[in-house]
């Protein structure tokens, strides 16, 4: 049976906990977000007063951005492109463009850069600003899971009920999440439901496909403390799946990965995952990432499963992030790095309370990393020498100084996510950037 905990975070966190503790032994044996601002960040496009705001006519925005969430969503011609739909989402920003601006806040959610959440606060603040409802939504989904700030269900509601007040409809999707979990409400699968069949109203294909999803893991985990009915969950999981939605992808390939309502089978469960990554889902990659780790094939492939956990660390998803840790503490199919496990066990506690269990796991393996640090260090300083495949000046030197850093290749060539031409003179090119006073004065964190 998919347990019931599947549906309780992000939709892109369906995960295989089969075998973790033998996985475990193949390896080894920002500050929280003050008051709203007053002004708005794209007042000064995103802040630079010097530069004119709007290059774009009206005609133009919307081709702009339903082509950014064709690259967003993997569902245009070219497939999925993070970096092309953050530019074209930019493009948008740029021309005042609140959803563009609410799709710039989500691209700063699914990425590996410094002060992600803190960014895509600001963005979806300054969507809400432009009038945009979907910056509500955004807004309540950081409170919801707690990503940059502590979980606050209260909050999320009332911002969820504000964007659904104004009319926007795409609300009844986080809201059925709330009911469908209890979270700062009475739990209630037949409110869930009524909320994501509201939400299939949504032209937006994100919104309206998650809502499929939605109901597929309403059935799948049983009504209410009903049966399972995995033919109707497989039928609402196919009818995203159609659409290329990338969580059914997903999750269909976890259900023959685990036998859940279908015959186990390991080759069908990786040909789903297979297409999730395509469409760039997070959790496909990492269950893709999983299966290699496994041994599909006979022994562990880790070069394969290196490569596909290191595409979900890249977007953002805490537990790949953890993973990728373990790759570089255990020293497998990478050289052994201290440094970039800690590195990347840090990333994945800023979104680790949106995962279950993974909180726990993520502090220890910090802990562990960083005595190995010191022990190493104390050992070198005794010898009068050191080791020169480690820095211990606080990355001063290091590629993830670089808000635009997102990880590192197979052989060690640092990754960036974007051009930063885009946003060569904007405040948030500084890792400490928080927001704007209200006379538009940049504010910085942790200087």
Same mark, same amino acid.
């Given at each position: 049976?998919?347990?019931?905990?599947?549906?309780?975070?992000?939709?892109?966190?369906?995960?295989?906990?089969?075998?973790?503790?033998?996985i475990?032994?193949?390896?080894?044996?920002?500050?929280?977000?003050?008051a709203?601002?007053?002004?708005?960040v794209?007042?000064?496009?995103?802040?630079?007063?010097?530069?004119?705001?709007?290059?774009?006519?009206? !005609?133009?925005?919307?081709?702009? *951005?339903?082509?950014?969430?064709?690259?967003? #969503?993997?569902t245009?011609?070219?497939?999925?492109?993070?970096?092309?739909?953050r530019?074209?989402?930019?493009?948008?920003?740029?021309?005042?463009?609140?959803?563009?601006?609410?799709?710039?806040?989500?691209?700063?959610?699914y990425c590996?850069?410094q002060?992600?959440?803190?960014?895509?606060?600001?963005?979806?603040? $300054?969507?809400?600003?432009?009038?945009?409802?979907?910056?509500?939504?955004?807004?309540?989904?950081?409170y919801?899971?707690?990503?940059?700030?502590?979980?606050?269900?209260s909050?999320?509601?009332?911002?969820?009920?504000?964007?659904?007040?104004?009319?926007?409809?795409?609300?009844?999707?986080?809201?059925?999440?709330?009911y469908?979990?209890g979270?700062?409400?009475?739990?209630?699968?037949?409110?869930? *439901?009524?909320c #994501?069949?509201?939400?299939?109203?949504?032209?937006d294909?994100?919104?309206?496909?998650?809502?499929?999803?939605?109901?597929?893991?309403?059935?799948?985990?049983?009504m209410?403390?009903?049966e399972? $009915?995995y033919d109707?969950?497989?039928?609402?999981?196919s009818r995203?799946?159609?659409?290329?939605?990338?969580?059914?992808?997903?999750?269909?390939?976890?259900?023959?990965?685990?036998g859940?309502?279908?015959?186990?089978?390991?080759?069908?469960? *990786?040909?789903?995952?297979?297409?999730?990554a395509e469409?760039?889902?997070? !959790?496909?990659?990492?269950?893709?990432?999983?299966?290699?780790?496994?041994?599909? !094939?006979?022994?562990?492939?880790? $070069?394969?499963?290196?490569?596909?956990?290191?595409?979900?660390? !890249?977007?953002?998803?805490?537990?790949?992030?953890?993973?990728?840790?373990?790759?570089?503490?255990?020293?497998?199919?990478?050289?052994?790095?201290?440094? *970039?496990?800690?590195f990347?066990?840090?990333r994945?506690?800023?979104?680790?309370?949106?995962?279950?269990?993974?909180?726990?796991?993520? =502090?220890?393996?910090?802990?562990?990393?960083?005595?190995?640090?010191?022990?190493?260090?104390?050992e070198q300083?005794?010898?009068?020498?050191?080791?020169?495949?480690y820095?211990?000046?606080?990355?001063? =030197?290091?590629?993830?100084?670089?808000?635009?850093?997102?990880?590192?290749?197979?052989?060690?060539?640092?990754?960036?996510?974007?051009?930063?031409?885009?946003y060569?003179?904007?405040?948030?090119? $500084?890792? #400490?950037?928080?927001?704007?006073?209200?006379?538009? =004065?940049?504010?910085?964190?942790?200087?």
């Amino acid at each position: 049976m998919l347990l019931r905990y599947l549906s309780k975070h992000l939709s892109q966190r369906i995960q295989i906990v089969a075998g973790a503790a033998v996985i475990f032994l193949l390896f080894v044996c920002i500050p929280a977000f003050g008051a709203e601002p007053a002004a708005s960040v794209s007042a000064d496009l995103l802040g630079n007063p010097d530069r004119e705001e709007g290059t774009l006519s009206p !005609s133009e925005e919307d081709p702009i *951005l339903e082509e950014g969430k064709g690259y967003f #969503y993997g569902t245009g011609q070219a497939g999925f492109d993070m970096d092309c739909a953050r530019e074209l989402f930019y493009q948008a920003a740029l021309a005042g463009n609140g959803e563009g601006l609410f799709y710039l806040g989500k691209t700063k959610v699914y990425c590996a850069e410094q002060g992600r959440y803190e960014m895509a606060m600001i963005f979806f603040r $300054d969507a809400q600003q432009r009038g945009c409802a979907l910056g509500l939504i955004g807004q309540g989904d950081l409170y919801r899971m707690g990503l940059g700030v502590d979980i606050d269900y209260s909050k999320a509601l009332e911002l969820y009920q504000t964007a659904l007040d104004q009319g926007c409809i795409e609300a009844n999707l986080p809201l059925g999440i709330m009911y469908e979990n209890g979270y700062g409400t009475a739990a209630d699968d037949v409110m869930a *439901l009524d909320c #994501y069949t509201k939400a299939l109203q949504s032209t937006d294909y994100g919104f309206c496909s998650e809502a499929k999803y939605r109901v597929g893991l309403l059935y799948v985990n049983g009504m209410n403390g009903a049966e399972p $009915d995995y033919d109707q969950a497989m039928l609402w999981f196919s009818r995203a799946a159609d659409e290329g939605y990338g969580n059914a992808l997903n999750v269909i390939g976890y259900m023959y990965h685990n036998g859940i309502g279908v015959e186990q089978d390991s080759q069908k469960a *990786l040909a789903w995952y297979q297409r999730a990554a395509e469409r760039g889902c997070p !959790s496909g990659m990492f269950n893709l990432g999983l299966l290699y780790l496994d041994g599909i !094939s006979g022994e562990p492939d880790f $070069d394969s499963a290196f490569q596909y956990i290191n595409e979900a660390a !890249s977007l953002g998803e805490p537990n790949p992030m953890y993973y990728l840790g373990m790759f570089y503490e255990g020293g497998k199919a990478v050289e052994k790095n201290y440094d *970039l496990a800690l590195f990347w066990y840090e990333r994945a506690l800023e979104g680790a309370n949106s995962v279950q269990d993974l909180e726990d796991k993520v =502090t220890a393996a910090i802990t562990r990393v960083k005595e190995t640090i010191a022990s190493a260090s104390a050992e070198q300083s005794t010898q009068g020498s050191q080791d020169p495949g480690y820095n211990y000046s606080q990355y001063e =030197t290091q590629p993830w100084e670089d808000p635009y850093f997102i990880g590192y290749t197979q052989n060690g060539t640092p990754q960036y996510s974007y051009d930063t031409w885009q946003y060569e003179t904007q405040p948030w090119e $500084d890792p #400490y950037f928080i927001g704007y006073t209200q006379d538009g =004065t940049p504010q910085y964190s942790n200087r």
